[in-house]
């Protein structure tokens, strides 16, 4: 691996977090500073976690970081969720990519485990 441009969670990560600022755009405008703002924060948290993690020197540290990246995710699964509830998310396929993305995370983290 050269960085974590080269990782495909990394770029799926990336891909969700474009699609979720697509999708918060249908939001109702009173919501910007609410519940947009946390999705869009912990899309974001996502690749930025793996992409620090893959930076640093051990793959101790990759680990940590990938799984606080994992903890990005379940707060915006709990939001999309949340927004589905609310009525303002009317296409739920959003919710596997994240689970798709849950499972490459959890790959990953199994592989650098054994690989220590």
Not at 13 to 20: R, W
Not at 64 to 78: C, D, K, M, R, W
């Amino acid at each position: 691996m050269k960085t974590h441009k080269d990782l495909d969670v990394w770029n799926r990560a990336m891909e969700l977090a474009e699609k979720t600022y697509a999708l918060t755009m249908d939001f109702p405008q009173k919501e910007q500073y609410g519940i947009v703002s946390q999705i869009r924060r912990s899309a974001i948290s996502i690749p930025s976690n793996i992409a620090e993690g893959a930076a640093r020197h051990s793959n101790k540290e990759f680990i940590q970081f990938l799984y606080i990246a994992l903890g990005s995710l379940a707060e915006l699964e709990t939001q999309m969720l949340l927004s589905q509830r609310l009525g303002f998310l009317k296409d739920g396929s959003i919710l596997l990519e994240l689970e798709d993305i849950r499972k490459m995370l959890l790959g990953l983290i199994r592989f650098l485990k054994h690989k220590t």
